[in-house]
């Protein structure tokens, strides 16, 4: 895959990483950044891709490391005030309320890391079990495991009202 190849593939699926970046971060400038950095190292280390028929996973599993290394770098804790959503929203969050929102994204961050990408790779995204676990690098069986124990966790805190 050469450059040109490169930049018209990132283009074609740009919303869909920045919903993945936003998903992790929690608002519109780190995002952004996820994107910036995320573009650059794939570029970079494009000839590692040796299929080019799984750029889409490869580009994927790129823009949730960049937005787990952001999340790190700053070290810090999203607060209540800071998980509302922008008046930007991502798009396909618009319809929800606000407070809908807030919840989701509160049991999303109850989650461990693997545990939500697996519901936000499969759910959100609308990627198969089968292309989750390639871009999470786990057998299929361990994701629809983990989507499943996910979403028993995420309605008990939503049911018990935890937030």
Known sequence: MDKFEFAQRFQADKAKYYRIAYSYVKNEHDALDVMGEASYKALRSLKALKTPEYFS?????IVINCALDLLRQNSRVTFLDDALPPESEPPDEAALAP??????????DALGERDRACVILH?????TYENVSRIL??????VKSRVYRSLGKMR?????GEH
């Open 99 to 108: 407070e809908d929102s807030l919840d989701l994204y509160t049991a999303l």
């Open 57 to 61: 996973s490869w580009m994927t599993r």
């Open 156 to 160: 008990t805190f939503l049911q018990k």
């Open 137 to 142: 690098g786990e057998p299929e069986s361990t």
């Open 123 to 127: 759910f959100f995204e609308g990627y």
